[in-house]
């Protein structure tokens, strides 16, 4: 009876999910075309009794032990018990951080599983920019009760860069523009007032704004659009709109985007 040779085994122990570590053996093995290497994928690994109870398995198996442990007790604790077992280990990630350690003048924060919040803040970034896209300049009313922040105000008061600006700051924002022809949305007096945003302007200030887009536009400076009295007739209703909702109201005659969305950020990081 021919006597079945044992697979090689790798046990991949990791603090967090583990698939640095997994992928990394497995080209590592592919350069052997695979070997019959098994790999033995062990996660979220965060106290001596487990280390003490994989040490005990790879043993058995003759097994080497790849990791990627980022707190400093359970690293070392795996490889000095390790050593003492005569089992092998290969720390996967140690020698990065060392480097970068070194490159950056700066200590590593020791917490396990920062890849992964890394990658869900970035998803979370895009879906709040889409979002933002979606329910600009009041596209659909049905943005403003799934929103995080509502801003409202008469055209040109920097509603759309906010919003985009904002949705940098992972901040789901709807804007919907108020014109004294048209009812603003009911949705708006559902919401809280402490989520919507008004948006203030002085007359003088909307008025070269509104006149230079129009130039921009090949268009003439003295349309209704640009017109003094007219802007002063849209700032009145807007401001009768944000005292029926009861929201905060922020001037942004003398202020950048970048100031104004500094500003509603952190309102919002406080609640």
Same mark, same amino acid.
């Given at each position: 009876?021919?006597?079945?040779?044992?697979?090689?085994?790798?046990?991949?122990?990791?603090?967090?999910?583990g698939?640095?570590?997994?992928?990394?053996?497995?080209?590592?093995?592919?350069q052997?075309? #695979?070997? /019959?290497?098994e790999?033995?994928?062990?996660p979220?690994?965060?106290?001596?009794?487990?280390?003490d109870e994989?040490?005990y398995?790879?043993?058995?198996?003759?097994?080497?032990?790849?990791?990627?442990?980022?707190?400093?007790?359970?690293?070392?604790?795996?490889?000095?018990?390790?050593?003492?077992?005569?089992?092998e280990?290969?720390d996967?990630?140690?020698?990065?951080?060392?480097?970068?350690?070194?490159?950056?003048?700066k200590?590593?924060?020791?917490?396990? #599983?920062?890849?992964?919040?890394l990658?869900e803040?970035?998803?979370?970034?895009?879906?709040?920019?889409?979002?933002?896209?979606?329910?600009?300049? #009041?596209? @659909?009313?049905? /943005?403003?009760?799934?929103? @995080? =922040?509502?801003?409202?105000?008469?055209?040109?008061?920097?509603?759309?860069?906010?919003?985009?600006?904002?949705?940098?700051?992972?901040?789901? =924002?709807?804007?919907?523009p108020? =014109?004294p022809?048209?009812?603003?949305?009911?949705?708006?007096?559902?919401?809280?007032?402490?989520?919507?945003? /008004?948006?203030?302007?002085s007359?003088?200030?909307?008025n070269?704004?509104?006149?230079?887009r129009?130039?921009?536009? /090949?268009?003439?400076?003295?349309?209704?659009?640009?017109?003094?009295?007219?802007?002063?007739?849209?700032?009145?209703?807007?401001?009768?709109?944000?005292?029926?909702?009861?929201?905060?109201?922020?001037? =942004?005659?003398?202020?950048?985007?970048?100031?104004?969305?500094?500003?509603?950020?952190?309102?919002?990081?406080?609640?």
């Amino acid at each position: 009876m021919v006597e079945m040779k044992q697979r090689p085994v790798v046990y991949v122990v990791s603090d967090s999910v583990g698939e640095t570590a997994e992928l990394v053996v497995k080209a590592a093995a592919s350069q052997f075309n #695979g070997a /019959g290497v098994e790999v033995r994928r062990i996660p979220y690994v965060e106290d001596t009794g487990t280390i003490d109870e994989i040490i005990y398995l790879a043993s058995q198996a003759n097994a080497l032990i790849a990791f990627t442990l980022v707190v400093p007790e359970i690293k070392n604790y795996l490889i000095e018990r390790a050593a003492a077992k005569n089992v092998e280990t290969v720390d996967i990630i140690g020698p990065m951080l060392n480097k970068i350690e070194t490159l950056t003048g700066k200590e590593p924060r020791y917490e396990p #599983g920062l890849v992964y919040r890394l990658d869900e803040d970035y998803f979370r970034k895009v879906e709040a920019i889409e979002f933002a896209v979606k329910y600009d300049d #009041g596209r @659909d009313p049905r /943005g403003i009760m799934r929103a @995080d =922040v509502v801003l409202i105000g008469v055209s040109r008061t920097s509603k759309t860069p906010l919003s985009q600006y904002l949705a940098h700051k992972r901040l789901k =924002v709807a804007n919907v523009p108020l =014109v004294p022809e048209v009812e603003p949305p009911q949705e708006l007096f559902k919401i809280s007032a402490k989520k919507c945003i /008004g948006l203030k302007i002085s007359p003088e200030k909307l008025n070269d704004i509104r006149a230079e887009r129009l130039k921009a536009l /090949g268009l003439k400076a003295q349309a209704n659009y640009a017109n003094i009295e007219r802007i002063k007739e849209e700032l009145v209703y807007a401001e009768d709109v944000m005292n029926r909702i009861g929201c905060p109201v922020i001037d =942004v005659s003398n202020k950048a985007v970048e100031e104004t969305a500094n500003l509603i950020s952190s309102m919002f990081q406080r609640k």
